[in-house]
């Protein structure tokens, strides 16, 4: 299906590469002109403390579930942020903290999950971008691998977790425009669709053509979905384990990163604008991917989409390329490189530091200065986002999707969620209940998953373990088998741990612009409370109020409500869009009107 060119391909990936990692190395040269920064192994880490295809799948219920699932586990770690501001201000991996509370054996075995979990994401972001670059343009997939992280390797060794905060924002804008762009050719202006009451009409004929197993009447436009359920609770528990959150150090890195002051606003409105993305993006390129297959204008006609594709994430370039040809596809390949490269470089900067504090400062160098940090940093970041691009070939050579990673990843890592969290907000969780919760939870886990494909199967193979039940089956026992572990054996005996130790801890460098905003402890109680109250009550709304009842009901959408769930989708989008894009410019407009100004800063006068 490729409908541009090999050159496009290689312009996009190596093109936008170079232009970031340009624009990291002007901004430093800026920064120390003008604002008086200096690279710090603190300023490197901690940035100075201041598509799948569920829409095509499970109709209108798939982008709910995973918009939701998802969503909430960026909600519920806005507890996590303002307990690591409270018990280890200066930390610079979550992993410091399990270290000095437990010691080296459970620091070494939470090591491995962490490692695990940024091998998973980013195998994943790689899978999916380079198969959607080589989809539209042709270029070979082992080239797309490599070429995708280095641009990310570049502009992350030099400008550290800064970098990826700036890119972050650029990327995050573009994709936002892109996403409403699409919003407005699907139900607006597009021949082939135009208005949500002919969306209804064409999923109305699909779903007569090819229903949906589970669903009510077998339709796209229910929440009554039986399989799409089973994704939610399979997607519930594989977010918490990496995509996006609990073991996954790039989000206790931006926590840590953040101000006291910022952290508890930051996750939940970052939250709820992310909640826009999968489901206004899903319910617009994934629902016209089913709508389209009986359109001469679709790639496959008269065929319909492989199954194969379908896990490969590739019903969004299918459907903007039946929409808008080859200006669909650059539009969806420039999407695609800006979603996998921010979140490529969180995870290299992620990995980064655990390498650097714990491994190297912590087992090799204990007394290493901050040019040392900063040294093995970059060492850390060329050899990790080199050795990704060999694990995703390997990992499509033996067929291994996108998709299967995606369900088989809670599997993996939740059994780490509970004695994580715990470690932060649960003084009685004792050594011995984190170590055999994490392990025990993983024997379960793949114990469960393999015997369940088995049984349900006849057969253990890469198909029939990628089947719905089986991955269900896996994530629910890896995390709930963990948490009746962890919390049973420490309450025998419990611990009451004070977090002195965590609380002493120092940054590594002197300078002044790695000492933390000072709040006091009032302050950070209060948005404690307030965290356990909004993500709470934020994620019952919406994995329990809002889709349970429609699940139960059976019901299938009229036109008229459909139209207004799309309208609801838009005017979600809209909103993020507008948080996302001016909200950091003026948060930042001090810093930019120095910049502008080309000001010294204070320290150099």
Same mark, same amino acid.
Request: charged share 10%.
């Given at each position: 299906?490729?409908?541009?060119?090999?050159?496009?391909?290689?312009?996009?990936?190596?093109?936008?590469?170079?232009?970031?990692?340009?624009?990291?190395?002007?901004?430093?040269?800026? &920064?120390?002109?003008?604002? $008086?920064?200096?690279?710090?192994?603190?300023?490197?880490?901690?940035?100075?403390?201041?598509?799948?295809?569920?829409?095509?799948?499970?109709?209108?219920?798939?982008?709910?579930?995973?918009?939701?699932?998802?969503?909430?586990?960026?909600?519920?770690?806005?507890? *996590?942020?303002?307990?690591?501001?409270?018990?280890?201000?200066?930390?610079?991996?979550?992993?410091?903290?399990?270290?000095?509370?437990?010691?080296?054996?459970?620091?070494?075995?939470?090591?491995?999950?962490?490692? *695990?979990?940024?091998?998973?994401?980013?195998?994943?972001?790689?899978?999916?971008?380079?198969?959607?670059?080589?989809?539209?343009?042709?270029?070979?997939?082992?080239?797309?691998?490599?070429?995708?992280?280095?641009?990310?390797?570049?502009?992350?060794?030099?400008?550290?977790?800064?970098?990826?905060?700036?890119?972050?924002?650029?990327?995050?804008?573009?994709?936002?425009?892109?996403?409403?762009?699409?919003?407005?050719?699907?139900?607006?202006?597009?021949?082939?669709?135009?208005?949500?009451?002919?969306?209804?009409?064409?999923?109305?004929?699909?779903?007569?053509?090819?229903?949906?197993?589970?669903?009510?009447?077998?339709?796209?436009?229910?929440?009554?979905?039986?399989?799409?359920?089973?994704?939610?609770?399979?997607?519930?528990?594989?977010?918490?384990?990496?995509?996006?959150?609990?073991?996954?150090?790039?989000?206790?890195?931006?926590?840590?990163?953040?101000?006291?002051?910022?952290?508890?606003? $930051?996750?939940?409105?970052?939250?709820?604008?992310?909640?826009?993305?999968?489901?206004?993006?899903?319910?617009?390129?994934?629902?016209?991917?089913?709508?389209?297959?009986?359109?001469?204008?679709f790639p496959y006609y008269p065929s319909r989409i492989s199954p194969a594709d379908v896990s490969a994430g590739l019903?969004?370039?299918?459907?903007?390329?039946?929409?808008?040809?080859?200006?669909?596809?650059?539009?969806?390949?420039? *999407?695609?490189?800006?979603?996998?490269?921010?979140?490529?470089?969180? &995870? *290299?900067?992620?990995?980064?530091?655990?390498?650097?504090?714990?491994?190297?400062?912590?087992?090799?160098?204990?007394?290493?200065?901050?040019?040392?940090?900063?040294?093995?940093?970059?060492?850390?970041?060329?050899?990790?986002?080199?050795?990704? $691009?060999?694990?995703?070939?390997?990992?499509?050579?033996?067929?291994?999707?996108?998709?299967?990673?995606?369900?088989?990843?809670?599997?993996?890592?939740?059994?780490?969620?509970?004695?994580?969290?715990?470690?932060?907000?649960?003084?009685?969780?004792?050594?011995?209940?984190?170590?055999?919760?994490?392990?025990?939870?993983?024997?379960?886990?793949?114990?469960?998953?393999?015997?369940?494909?088995?049984?349900?199967?006849?057969?253990?193979?890469?198909?029939?373990?990628?089947?719905?039940?089986?991955?269900?089956?896996?994530?629910?026992?890896?995390?709930?088998?963990?948490?009746?572990?962890?919390?049973?054996?420490?309450?025998?005996?419990?611990?009451?741990?004070?977090?002195?130790?965590?609380?002493?801890?120092?940054?590594?460098?002197?300078?002044?612009?790695?000492?933390? &905003?000072?709040?006091?402890?009032?302050?950070?109680?209060?948005?404690?409370?307030?965290?356990?109250?909004?993500?709470?009550?934020?994620?019952?709304?919406?994995?329990?109020?809002?889709?349970?009842?429609?699940?139960?009901?059976?019901?299938?959408?009229? +036109?008229?409500?459909?139209?207004?769930?799309?309208?609801?989708?838009?005017?979600?989008?809209?909103?993020?869009?507008?948080?996302?894009?001016?909200?950091?410019?003026?948060?930042?407009?001090?810093?930019?009107?120095?910049?502008?100004?080309?000001? +010294?800063?204070?320290?150099?006068?």
């Amino acid at each position: 299906m490729a409908v541009l060119s090999q050159a496009v391909g290689y312009l996009i990936v190596i093109g936008f590469g170079v232009f970031f990692s340009g624009g990291m190395i002007l901004l430093s040269l800026f &920064e120390r002109k003008y604002l $008086g920064q200096t690279e710090t192994s603190e300023s490197f880490s901690t940035a100075n403390r201041a598509l799948k295809s569920v829409a095509y799948d499970y109709g209108v219920a798939g982008p709910f579930w995973y918009a939701s699932g998802a969503t909430i586990q960026v909600l519920l770690f806005t507890i *996590l942020a303002i307990e690591i501001k409270k018990k280890a201000p200066n930390c610079h991996t979550f992993l410091e903290i399990i270290y000095l509370r437990y010691g080296s054996t459970t620091h070494l075995i939470f090591l491995f999950f962490a490692l *695990l979990t940024n091998m998973v994401v980013t195998a994943m972001l790689l899978l999916g971008g380079a198969g959607v670059v080589s989809t539209l343009t042709g270029m070979s997939v082992e080239a797309a691998s490599f070429l995708i992280p280095i641009g990310v390797i570049a502009y992350v060794t030099f400008g550290g977790l800064k970098a990826t905060f700036i890119t972050d924002y650029i990327h995050t804008a573009v994709l936002f425009i892109i996403i409403m762009f699409f919003g407005f050719v699907v139900y607006a202006v597009s021949p082939l669709i135009g208005s949500p009451s002919n969306m209804f009409d064409l999923l109305t004929a699909a779903a007569e053509k090819n229903p949906i197993d589970g669903n009510a009447g077998g339709s796209f436009l229910t929440l009554s979905s039986t399989q799409a359920l089973i994704f939610g609770v399979i997607n519930i528990v594989g977010n918490f384990g990496s995509e996006p959150v609990f073991v996954d150090q790039a989000y206790f890195q931006r926590a840590i990163a953040a101000s006291p002051t910022s952290a508890l606003p $930051g996750y939940l409105i970052g939250g709820l604008c992310w909640f826009a993305i999968p489901f206004f993006l899903a319910s617009t390129l994934g629902l016209a991917c089913a709508a389209l297959e009986s359109n001469p204008a679709f790639p496959y006609y008269p065929s319909r989409i492989s199954p194969a594709d379908v896990s490969a994430g590739l019903t969004a370039p299918t459907a903007a390329t039946a929409l808008l040809g080859s200006n669909g596809a650059v539009a969806i390949l420039i *999407l695609v490189f800006m979603a996998v490269t921010s979140a490529a470089s969180a &995870e *290299l900067i992620a990995v980064s530091s655990l390498f650097t504090y714990d491994v190297y400062k912590t087992y090799f160098k204990p007394n290493a200065s901050g040019s040392d940090l900063i040294k093995f940093s970059h060492i850390a970041v060329v050899s990790f986002g080199c050795f990704m $691009g060999i694990l995703a070939i390997i990992l499509k050579a033996i067929g291994i999707s996108l998709g299967y990673l995606y369900l088989l990843m809670g599997i993996l890592t939740a059994p780490a969620v509970m004695p994580i969290a715990l470690t932060l907000i649960w003084k009685k969780q004792t050594k011995v209940g984190a170590i055999c919760g994490a392990i025990g939870g993983l024997v379960l886990g793949v114990t469960a998953w393999l015997v369940t494909a088995s049984q349900y199967y006849g057969e253990i193979n890469l198909d029939t373990t990628g089947g719905n039940y089986p991955m269900l089956a896996g994530n629910l026992a890896s995390l709930v088998f963990s948490s009746i572990i962890t919390i049973s054996i420490s309450l025998v005996k419990p611990d009451d741990y004070d977090w002195k130790e965590t609380k002493a801890m120092m940054p590594v460098d002197s300078l002044p612009d790695a000492v933390p &905003e000072a709040v006091d402890e009032v302050s950070l109680s209060k948005a404690s409370k307030f965290a356990y109250a909004a993500s709470v009550v934020l994620t019952v709304v919406l994995i329990l109020l809002w889709p349970i009842p429609m699940y139960l009901s059976n019901y299938v959408f009229t +036109k008229g409500f459909f139209t207004g769930w799309i309208a609801f989708g838009f005017l979600w989008a809209a909103i993020a869009a507008v948080t996302v894009i001016f909200l950091p410019l003026i948060e930042a407009r001090q810093m930019l009107l120095q910049l502008l100004a080309g000001k +010294k800063a204070a320290a150099e006068k």
